[in-house]
């Protein structure tokens, strides 16, 4: 077997130190930061080393892997978006959206052709009505407008000029929306708090505003056409679910497939019971309501939620599933996860609309030692047809004093990877970011924009052995792209290490067929010998470890 891939985080152990009151005289790692062993290392102090490597006989997938390509957090150097900081400016949140706070918001991440990704900047962080604001001020709310899409290199994630301007407020509003929202008591009924869009596979922008769905189409010329054009207008004679009509008439999140007559929308979420609604057209340009996906707790439709996929049960190929959470809408974050939904045709409402499917339970990451991923705080979720994965955001947790208590550190964000059928974690990728870089002193929260959060993932190179890339934004805490390594190898979790009985059992967590126990007596040379021979289980025992000092890892071989 090849070692080279070998991934080592380990501890030292003399046979001698069998209890948690013999504690060691000093720790060694590699590998890890000390932090990652905080309260949570192991008094044993048994040598470990999560390893994984190719196989020259592997023959099948084992896992998938997140690789950053470039990325761009607040509290990190070498930001080149002018308009992501972390500058905290007051104490308390009071935005409304109407595009005069001085703090600074993003929207999603988007491919939009083979050279350029496209951002949506949702606040610039400038009050345009100030009457005191420096050249520099003018020209950067020039250059990056409040509602706008710049376009993004993808090779190195910087700014490349305005895409479109699709502004506060686009279109007018219908007078019996607007006496609608007055008779709710709702006067405020231009401004709209969320905001999102999605790029369709032929390059239109869908976007929402209030109870509308608007559309951009290219231009002919490489660019985007400035000029809306209204696909999808909810009125009271639709099924209107919660107060979405009267109260915000929005659609905060938007997931468009397809083209023509065949493109689909869900959009929604976000909010309390409003839900989500799966939207369809007959010619391409005309919109109408088909089911519905609930909002409520642990429903789906308070939340971010995936694109809309075709069933992969083969006794109902018909059925189209999504990946959604409840959280913001119905969660606190740390109560909830993400699951599957499924709707049927005809697609109607109520007769068909979305229902939670308890086969999907979206796995977590056991590992012991520090922070991990524990599959709350879903700020978004997607995947592919063609994809065996779901992705999930994992937001830094929000509020984390109340949610947890105040002496509690808050939590940094992750990307993680699903099974698609059944949930199991597979792997995750740290955002090493937390709600403390942009800090409200009232609050002792950051905005509530970073409860949300947008990730998107392309269709495989290769379902087995490819890549695919996967897009990233927060509206607070930056933006980022990577690529999802299919096929490979992933390092165990440890769980417990016990050596009670003069012998040493290591017992683990891991995705993989067999794995393989193995032991040497420095952590930096010497060669690793195989306790044994390989497991298809999750823990192995050394029946005769050594007398004197003994390093062990755990080695996935397919």
Known sequence: MNSSKVLISAVPIRKTITSPQNPPARLFYQGQPPEWFRSRVLPLLVALAAASWASDARAQVVGARIDKVWEFLINKPGIVLPTLTNLVVGTTDNEIGDGHYPMDTLSALKRYDANRLILGIREN????????LTPAQLALSTNYPDRSLIWINPTNGAPMGRALVIGLYPVTLDPGFIAESIAAGINDYTNQYWWSFDVSDDGYIYTGYKNKILRYGPNGSGGISPTPQVVFTLTTNDIVHGNLYTTSGRFP?????????????LAGGNSGSRGAYRLSTTDGTNFVTTSWLPG????????????LIPSLNPLTPGDEWTYAASYPGNSSGADSSFSRFTTSPPFSDPGNNFLIDGSFVAGTDTGPFGAAYAAHFIGDVDTKAALPYVISYSTPSWNTRAVYGASTSPLPGWLAVHDTTNGTFISAYKLDVTEDAELLSSDQAALFQATIGYVNVSAPSNPTNGTAEILWSSPVYGYGRYTLQIGVLLPVHILSIDTSGGVVTVTWSGFGNSFQLQRRSSLTSGTWVDVGTPVSGTSATDNIPPASLAFYRVATVN
């Open 125 to 132: 962080g400038i009050d345009e009505t100030d009457p005191n």
């Open 253 to 265: 999140k938007i997931r468009v497939r397809g083209t023509g007559t065949n493109t689909v929308i």
């Open 296 to 307: 409520g707790f642990g429903a789906g439709g308070g939340g971010g939620a995936s694109s």
